[in-house]
């Protein structure tokens, strides 16, 4: 059994305090948003409907349990709707994210997915009540062990170093047991643990459905091999999110494929986990920005790479855009790629696009950047001052 005295004084068990989340301004439309705006930096939009229609997808049609990596955007009103459409358990990397999560959702199950954690870390979320670690380095499986007083109800979960996929932003080479080392951490871990399985992640972005596969194929390799049984399997996140020049399978060749190779590598009876992060809310969310100046086809905005559109400059991720204009005349008809700039004094907050909008874009103009909900604000810093606190709500159905 655990023993609380074991941990700092800082760190013994405590009851969660639920926070209410305030409520956020609501507007029709986004222009609706900007007109009534009097401030003088970026706004982070929220699209409710949008969101929702992700989390219906994900819960209705994964195989398995979701849940939603809170590092991708840990907004109270991105969870609380979240929650609200039933995606209730939480991938939780930090004692702030625990925290935050156990504030708003008394009793939420959480999973501390993070394969490296102080130690400080570990005593927390078991004081929390989570019971489910991952690991992929025998001293980070003592420290569990350390750090839960050789607790018996622990639910362990071995990280895999995955060959090369199909991933725009490959995660391979920081975390993850490779396979010699994999198949001795599963053969140390069964006797210990209340359940044990294995997860993995096939990157950031990933554009090819097979990638699932080859992931859970691979997995099959490594559990023959330790000659131990598993009780589950967590496929991870990295599903991905329509940006242009990066077009995507629907969602449910993904889900096809998971399944279909569950079954076919013989996973059918152990749970099987999912952690969607950027596919339940990059499109529920955006960035509204206000153009400070022109230069021919470079644009100056009151937002940039140190802000909600790090992706943009440092991936050159290309994001959808659209012109709002709060005066006449409308804008022009006719599209012209520009470059953006931020507001910092470093060159290189910047984002070199092309973003096709009027060829007339200037001055006092905003852009609606899109797609942004996830890593966008949850990725921004105060860096020269330049910040926003400002989120509001559109309640466009139509979108």
């Known amino acids: 059994m655990f023993n609380s005295n074991l941990m700092p004084a ?7 305090v639920h926070t209410e989340a305030p409520a956020l301004p609501a507007f029709s439309t986004a222009a609706d948003a900007i007109a009534a705006y009097s401030g003088d930096d970026h706004i982070y939009a929220l699209y409710p409907s949008k969101i929702k229609a992700a989390a219906r997808r994900f819960v209705g049609r994964f195989p398995g349990r979701i849940l939603f990596a809170v590092k991708s955007n840990p907004h109270p009103e991105m969870l609380k709707i979240l929650w ?3 995606v209730d358990t939480f991938d939780v990397a930090s004692i702030r994210e625990m925290e935050l999560v156990s504030g708003l959702f008394p009793g939420a199950k959480m999973y501390l997915m993070h394969p490296i954690k102080s130690r400080a870390t570990i005593a927390r979320a078991y004081s929390l009540g989570i019971r489910d670690f991952s690991f992929d380095h025998e001293d980070e499986l003592q420290k569990i ?65 097979g990638a699932y596969d080859r992931a859970i194929s691979y997995g099959r390799t490594i559990v023959d091999a330790s000659g131990v049984d ?66 021919g086809h470079d644009l100056y905005l ?75 604000q949850t990725l921004a810093t105060q860096f020269n001052g330049f910040y926003s606190t400002h989120t509001v709500v559109i309640t466009d159905e139509t979108l």
């Open 145 to 209: 062990y350390d750090c839960t007083g050789e607790a018996g109800d622990l639910n362990l979960h071995l990280r895999l170093s995955l060959p090369s996929g199909g991933a725009v932003m490959p995660l391979s080479g920081k975390f993850g047991a490779e396979f010699d080392a994999a198949v001795a951490l599963l053969k140390s871990a069964r006797p210990r643990v209340k359940s044990l399985g294995i997860c993995f992640h096939v990157g950031s972005q990933c554009l090819s459905p």
């Open 230 to 295: 598993i009780d589950s399997v967590d496929i991870g996140g990295g599903f991905p999110v329509a940006y242009p020049d990066m077009p995507v399978r629907p969602m449910d060749e993904y889900f096809d494929a998971i399944r279909s190779s569950l079954i076919a590598n013989e996973f059918g009876a152990v749970e099987i986990i999912g952690e969607p992060g950027r596919a339940l809310c990059a499109e529920g969310g955006a960035t509204l920005a206000r153009i400070e100046l022109r230069k």
């Open 84 to 86: 609200e459409e039933g």
């Open 10 to 16: 800082a760190l013994q068990p405590f009851a969660p």
């Open 302 to 376: 009151n937002d940039g790479t140190y802000g909600s559109l790090f992706d943009a400059g440092q991936f050159a991720w290309k994001f959808p855009v659209t012109l709002h204009r709060r005066r006449p005349p409308a804008p022009s008809q006719f599209l012209t790629g520009f470059r953006f700039f931020g507001p910092t004094c470093d060159s290189a907050d910047t984002m070199n696009g092309p973003f096709p909008l009027p060829s007339d874009a200037c001055e006092g103009d905003w852009i609606e950047i899109q797609n942004l909900g996830a890593y966008g």
